[in-house]
């Protein structure tokens, strides 16, 4: 039951935003930059974030050497540079807007390790470098000199570095969004999840998280940006989701001879160093179907896998405590290409960011924007 106070200035809106993570706060200011008097509501079933824009590594990355390779057996040329081309214009637009101590960006380059399975992608390093050299002005990628200074094992037989890469706090960027959205007058409302959108009239039913009271939000327009969680309110979208699980150990005793973003197997482990201890995540392709979840869970095939790798190949002979672990839900599809559409007459999606959240999610937001704009 509402009072008529509550009817009058809680429940319609201009736009309606349902998702409070990267894609859903960067829709909420942009639209509200370019339409300042438009009253804006962002919907979230979490406290936080339920995605993966607090749960992933904090990579500031566009593709290691290997993931832009694997890249061409799913796409063209011409595709796989402009997506490398919103990602890294992505990430400096982020910068530019928040800066780079809002943030906690590092310029600490990326890097790749290669085993025997994957050295030959080494072979096509300069091809992709003429390929981006348009873009970056300069080559992206070199061989790294001594990588046995580095202490990985003998099983890593070359490293590539991304000269254009970085790291950043994921948290912060959010804090960042949050704050910029808040002062410009955008509502937002958490542990309220939506369960119905009617894309042609603009209606969204939410309940609490008790399910005990159900809301009826109006909207002109309204911006589905739950990612992989999107599936639930359209049903038919062409998008799968895909769990990643992040161990972080406890701190390391002895001094780590490296810094940076890192990479292994085709870009499916990630790993780096935060506050003196590891963070290693990813190995979702050590059991893909599994991993099509929606769910929270960790896959104990999938950490086994990790902690093998962090004491045989990180730090080869080292015993690692582990501290927290935590997984992340993104959404894939046949394709990394984000989808950006409209799919009822007041409604439109921008999901499917392909893992790639930190870098293309704000640009992603902006699309989403113009194309509201449009409807």
Known sequence: MFSYWEQKNFLKYDLIVVGAGFTGLSTAINYKKKHPKASVLILDKGVLPCGASTKNAGFACFGSLTEILDDFWTMTPDEVTALVEMRYKGLRKIRKRFGDKALQYKNSHGFELLDADNIAAADQLQEVNKMLRKLFKKD??????????????????????????????????????????????????????????????????????????FFEFTGEKVAICTNAFSKKLWPHGPLEPGRGLILLSKPITE????????????????????????????????????????EFETNPKIKAHLMQLATE?????????????????????????????????KTAVAVRLGGMGVAIGWEVGKELSKLLSRM
């Open 140 to 213: 992206v990628f070199s061989v790294v000199k001594e990588p046995e200074t580095l202490g990985f094992s003998d099983r890593v037989k070359m490293v590539i570095e991304n000269h254009f890469e970085g790291e950043l706090d994921p948290g912060a960027y959010l804090g960042a969004l949050w704050e910029n959205a808040s002062e410009m007058g955008v509502k937002i409302l958490t542990g309220v999840s939506v369960v119905e959108v009617r894309k042609d009239e603009g209606v969204v039913i939410a309940e609490n998280n008790s399910n005990e009271d």
């Open 313 to 345: 190949v990180i730090f080869p002979g080292q015993v690692i405590e582990w501290e927290m672990e935590w997984t992340g839900i993104m959404a894939f599809g046949p394709n990394k290409s984000p989808l950006i559409q409209p799919i009822g007459a």
């Open 255 to 294: 001094k780590i001879p490296w810094k940076g973003s890192f990479h292994m197997d085709k870009g499916y482990v990630y790993f780096r160093e935060i506050d003196g201890r590891l963070l290693l995540g990813g190995a979702r392709n050590k059991d893909f179907e599994v991993e099509k979840t929606l």
